[in-house]
């Protein structure tokens, strides 16, 4: 089964502070990830995939990196937030087809 | 660039009736539509999908179609219940792993 977890669940964080949000995964061996971000009452935004380790693609430019230390680990970044940078973050992990999963996501609000 | 619309963005149907939701593609090349019900401050869950070898598909209440031709699939929903009430996504991938997302539904079903 695909199972993943984000944490944390809700975060509050002024502007112009780090942030960093870790998302692992369970399932099968080099799955792809995804970041997406959801903005309250909209669609999904693509982010970042990984297809391995240290493999990352940037889907929009923006301030926010990503990286991928561990086949089942990814982790979303920003040296510094914007206030645009609030929202729902959501990671997802596809297994052995192309069925994308998605974690429970984080709640960021940037003040 | 490849884009899905999806229609309608709200629909109110009364308990026990049947809600469509429309989702048109662009890209020819999609063959993988899955769809996703998202409830509130939750992460989008799988809940059908559709290769584009197969014109339908059933799971108890819940059925989609698909025709290649005019690049249009839907998702049936029948004898709807309160718990039905979400928020809904239809996707298109082309088997790239990135998928296409819709804009999203949000279904209320009326006790």
Redesign the interface.
Known sequence: SQT?HQWPATLVQPVGSPLSLECTVEGTSNP?LYWYRQAAG???Q?LF?S?GIGQISSEVPQNLSASRPQDRQFILSSKKLLLSDSGFY?CAQ?GSG????????T?LLVL | GENVEQHPSTLSVQEGDSAVIKCTYSDSASNYFPWYKQELGKGPQLIIDIRSNVGEKKDQRIAVTLNKTAKHFSLHITETQPEDSAVYFCAASSGTYKYIFGTGTRLKVLA
């Open positions: 993943i792809n909209r669609g999904l693509l995939y297809v959501l596809t192309e069925t994308q999963y998605f974690g429970p996501g709640r």
